[in-house]
């Protein structure tokens, strides 16, 4: 099984949960399902990682997708053993006739099944709910900052993989703590900060 996504992988774990989201949805072994990602071949369109906004909205898509093929291969596996569709039982992707024949998914790729679907929120920015505090110490000699403790709390509704979500939440915090402590900041003659995406010339 084959899935087409449009959103960007770049370490944040979104083959292993699209892959997930499909073989759940699908009741198939995660194992059978390969997610393929940033290819314009395969999509007319698609869009960047956005952390793990693409779990939100790319992973509704698939989830929408697979229960739209699995639609599509009831109605070809009644076909093929002789029931009506709404007879044709899915399990451990195979799909089972009342009488118990059964043809396995690869079996019914001939009859060509593709399903292509988009998931949107009407342009609204899509992230968590959450907070964050961190307790530090500043040398007021030298005006070094030390990272003493911090706490992240987040509402971050159904997780689908705890290992990526759990990384997501680090990279996020050690995204925000950069800003402050290791990046570069750049100041305006007039004493405020430089915005980012400014040319400095």
């Not at 996504?5 to 699908?26: H, N, P």
């Not at 939100?56 to 929408?64: D, Q």
């Not at 790729?109 to 009407?122: E, K, M």
């Not at 030390?146 to 915090?173: S, Y």
Request: charged content about 15%; hydrophobic content about 45%; overall charge negative.
């Amino acid at each position: 099984m084959s899935v087409y996504v449009g959103s960007t992988a770049v370490g944040q774990g979104l083959e292993t949960v699209m892959a997930q989201i499909a073989a759940d949805t699908l009741g198939m072994p995660l194992g059978q399902v390969r997610v393929l990602h940033g290819s314009t071949p395969f999509l007319d369109e698609g869009y960047g990682a956005f952390a793990s906004r693409s779990t939100v909205l790319g992973g509704s898509a698939v989830f929408e997708a697979a229960n739209a093929l699995l639609a599509k291969i009831r109605t070809a596996a009644g076909a093929q053993l002789g029931c009506a569709a709404e007879q044709v039982e899915l399990a451990d992707g195979c799909a089972r006739a009342p009488d118990g024949r059964s043809l396995a998914f690869a079996e019914l790729a001939a009859d060509g099944l593709r399903v292509t679907t988009a998931f949107g929120n009407d342009n609204r920015l899509t992230y968590t709910y959450g907070s964050a505090a961190a307790h530090v110490a500043v040398d007021p000699g030298t005006g070094d900052v030390e990272l003493l403790d911090c706490l992240v709390v987040e509402d971050v509704g159904r997780i689908v993989n705890p290992l990526t979500l759990h990384g997501q939440a680090i990279g996020g915090m050690v995204q925000g703590w950069a800003a402050p402590s290791w990046s570069t900041s750049f100041m305006t003659p007039t004493g405020s900060c430089w915005p980012a995406t400014s040319p400095t010339t």
